[in-house]
């Protein structure tokens, strides 16, 4: 019957309003804020203090969801993606004012386009999706703090640009030896996906 639940499936899973989800939506919905304060406003402080928020609720919803059994399908989706737009948007961003040196930002940004393109042709193969890495959140941790404080050095606020070294070097390491650890990942899968098509194809069960 269709609606009858997969042997080993858990309903929790399918949740969506779960408040890891929605401080995910929060994240996302601040992004044109931190846009108008930055562009709109030019009020570098008050936006690097917004995307540092941003950034600590990061850790928050991850922890939130792992220690109060609020993980769900949408989430593992969900915050990942809040995190490249942030990154994208934020950096982005910042990039174009000239508060964050640019090969830094170029890195940290084509890393992320990499990764996410990676990710949208795995999906769109089919492949199963791959779990974010304890260095990958660690690494975006440590730039998301980083990013702001390059634009609060460049604000009223000043002498923030050892912290954001500090910060960013470390999370710019760890971000892009992640990368490096999904390539073997990304192999197994696809080869995981070859087998169940080929045992699909063949009639064999899974």
Known sequence: MGDTPEPGHDPKLDRIWTIPNVISVVRLA?????????????????????????GTTDFADGYIARHFDQVSNLGKVLDPVADRLIFIVGGGAILVDGSVPRWFAITVLSRELLVGGATLVLGAMGVRRIDVTWFGKAGTFGLLMAFPLFLAHESSLRWWQ????????????????????????????????????????????G
């Not at 030019?42 to 941003?54: F, G, H, I, N, P």
């Not at 070294?165 to 070859?194: D, H, K, Q």
């Open 30 to 54: 601040c992004l044109p804020l931190f846009l108008w304060l930055l562009f709109g406003k030019e009020d570098r402080a008050t936006a690097a203090w917004l995307l540092a928020a941003l």
């Open 162 to 205: 050892g912290w954001a070294w500090l910060t960013g070097i470390p999370g710019l390491a760890l971000s892009l030896y992640a990368a490096v650890l999904y390539v073997p990942i990304a192999r197994r899968a696809l080869a995981e996906n070859r087998l169940d098509a080929e045992r699909v194809g063949s009639g064999e069960p």
